[in-house]
């Protein structure tokens, strides 16, 4: 698939680790450091615009070493961009450490994940089939 892109940062597009990868890294675009302290959170541009194909979804998600090893992690997560989006990708950090934490230029700050998806169409109904879960959630299958 490809996808449209206006990259207005001074970083390379965003790319697969390795072959098999879902996600591309998405980088911080920054004219200078950015500190986020315990329970801030933060908009972080990375001056990349894109044209989605129709039917498309760029998902924008957690980078599991940022939450691990500096307990940065994202709002509004997965972030969705539609098909009709045209404007910078933006990624909401948020500190849930306990200590200030540093987001350089060109820090890998999240990943972005491309995805098919259909619109839905509501079926008014009165009754719905039964099934074996019915209304059990929230724990109802057990602990183990």
Same mark, same amino acid.
């Given at each position: 698939m490809k996808i449209r892109v206006i990259n207005k940062s001074h970083h390379p597009l965003p790319a697969y680790a390795t072959l098999q990868s879902a996600g591309m890294d998405l980088r911080a675009n920054l004219e200078s450091p950015v500190i986020l302290q315990p329970l801030e959170r933060k908009l972080i !541009? +990375?001056?990349l615009y894109i044209a989605l194909p129709a039917g498309t979804e760029a998902q924008v998600r957690p980078r599991s070493g940022l939450a691990l090893k500096k307990g940065i992690t994202l709002?509004? +997560? !997965?972030? +969705?961009i539609d098909a009709d989006y045209r404007g910078e990708i933006g990624v909401i950090l948020i500190n849930l450490s306990n200590v200030p934490v540093t987001v350089e230029d060109g820090?890998?700050?999240?990943?972005?994940?491309?995805?098919?998806y259909?619109?839905?169409?509501?079926?008014?109904?009165e009754v719905l089939d039964e099934t074996e879960r019915g209304a059990g959630g929230f724990g109802h299958s057990g602990e183990k």
């Open positions: !541009p +990375t001056g709002l509004n +997560t !997965p972030g +969705t820090e890998r700050i999240a990943q972005m994940v491309v995805v098919r259909e619109q839905a169409e509501w079926d008014a109904v």
